[in-house]
Nanobody, 116 residues
Framework: QVQLVESGGGLVQPGGSLRLSCAAS????????MGWYRQAPGKQRELVAQIFTGGITNYADSVKGRFTISRDNAKNTVYLQMNSLKPEDTAVYHC??????????WGQGTQVTVSS
C-alpha cells in the first residue's frame, strides 16, 4: 500500500509559476515510476510528466520546455515545477506511483487554476 499526498496547487496568473509536490509513504521500495497527470473539466485525464527509477523523464508535448519533474529520494517526494503557465494548464493535477507488477496508486489531486 502506498499513500500519496499532493500539495502546491493554487491560482496563478498566465505566465506565472507553481511547484507541485507529491509525498509518498508506505511500501515505496518497489515503485519504478512516478508521474503527474491532469484532468480538466469535461476532458480525460492525461499524462503530464513521468520520472523513472533510473532518472529518465518523459513529458507531454504540451508542457515540454515549461514543466520539469524531479524527485528527492531522501524525502520520498516528487516535484513538478511549472513555469510559463497558460490558461489551458488549468486542471486537477494528480500524482501516480507505478509498480512493475502493474499496480498503480493515485493521490487525491490538487487544483491548479491559471487565470487573470
Amino acid at each position: 500500500q502506498v499513500q500519496l499526498v499532493e500539495s502546491g496547487g493554487g491560482l496563478v496568473q498566465p505566465g506565472g509559476s507553481l511547484r507541485l509536490s507529491c509525498a509518498a509513504s508506505g511500501s515505496i521500495f518497489s515503485i519504478y515510476a512516478m508521474g503527474w497527470y491532469r484532468q480538466a473539466p469535461g476532458k480525460q485525464r492525461e499524462l503530464v510528466a513521468q520520472i523513472f527509477t533510473g532518472g529518465i523523464t518523459n513529458y507531454a508535448d504540451s508542457v515540454k520546455g515549461r514543466f520539469t519533474i524531479s524527485r528527492d529520494n531522501a524525502k520520498n517526494t516528487v516535484y513538478l515545477q511549472m513555469n510559463s503557465l497558460k490558461p489551458e494548464d488549468t486542471a486537477v493535477y494528480h500524482c501516480k506511483s507505478s509498480f512493475a507488477s502493474g499496480k498503480d496508486y493515485w493521490g487525491q489531486g490538487t487544483q491548479v487554476t491559471v487565470s487573470s
